[in-house]
């Protein structure tokens, strides 16, 4: 089960890091039940595109996900993995969610994790509220990648979030040159792109003052 903060943040809580450092904080979950898979690796490689723009970074892995319950709205017990997710949520200032097409849709892993966003519904910033979230699919295949990720950013709309202007839809189907490298150029640069607009919406608005907010409507 790993969770881990990737910049100057390494132990303690959201309260503690919040005092260590002045930059924005930017969440991201997702993967799969393979460990190191490339819906991992994307969500890394995305994260990290997030903390070159200046963010502090945490990530919940599929491993991570995994330990977590299935959510159940009329259980109010929290196992101390569900509480850790939701308390890193609730003070992150943009998140990234990465998630493997199953079937055309969102995989039950991430579903579940994302929604523990409900334990915010009374919150300041319910759900997603004043965040930009980053999306990015894998799929073996690029119509069932597309369809996954239109639900995706649906999901982050009815949460209140705001999805980038850049989506990632990677085709992880083998060819003849082996599987996808998310070293090349051209994927690279998109997950890169896609941490950078997080950061850079957290920084202009994820971190103002809800009254400010309001009274900027």
């Not at 998630?99 to 892993?109: C, E, I």
């Not at 910033?125 to 069932?144: E, F, I, S």
């Amino acid at each position: 089960m790993t969770s881990r903060w990737h910049q100057r943040v390494r132990t303690g809580t959201e309260a503690e890091a919040r005092q260590m450092t002045d930059e924005p904080v930017v969440v991201g979950l997702g993967g799969s039940g393979r460990p190191g898979s490339t819906t991992e690796r994307a969500l890394a490689a995305a994260l990290d595109g997030a903390r070159r723009a200046g963010a502090t970074t945490r990530l919940f892995d599929g491993a991570f996900l995994a330990e977590l319950p299935l959510f159940l709205p009329w259980q109010q017990a929290r196992t101390a993995a569900a509480v850790e997710l939701v308390s890193a949520l609730r003070t992150a200032d943009g998140v990234i969610v990465a998630t493997p097409s199953y079937h055309g849709g969102v995989s039950a892993l991430v579903k579940s994790a994302m929604d523990y966003l409900e334990d915010l519904r009374g919150d300041d910033r319910p759900y997603l509220d004043g965040r930009a979230v980053g999306c990015v699919v894998t799929a073996a295949g690029a119509q069932a990648g597309g369809v996954t990720l239109s639900a995706l950013r649906t999901i982050v709309h009815a949460l209140r979030g705001w999805p980038t202007p850049l989506s990632v839809s990677l085709n992880t189907t083998r060819s003849a040159a082996g599987p996808i490298n998310l070293t090349e150029s051209g994927t690279a640069t998109q997950l890169s792109i896609l941490g950078e607009q997080v950061t850079r919406f957290a920084t202009a608005f994820g971190r103002r003052p809800q009254a400010e907010l309001r009274t900027a409507r």
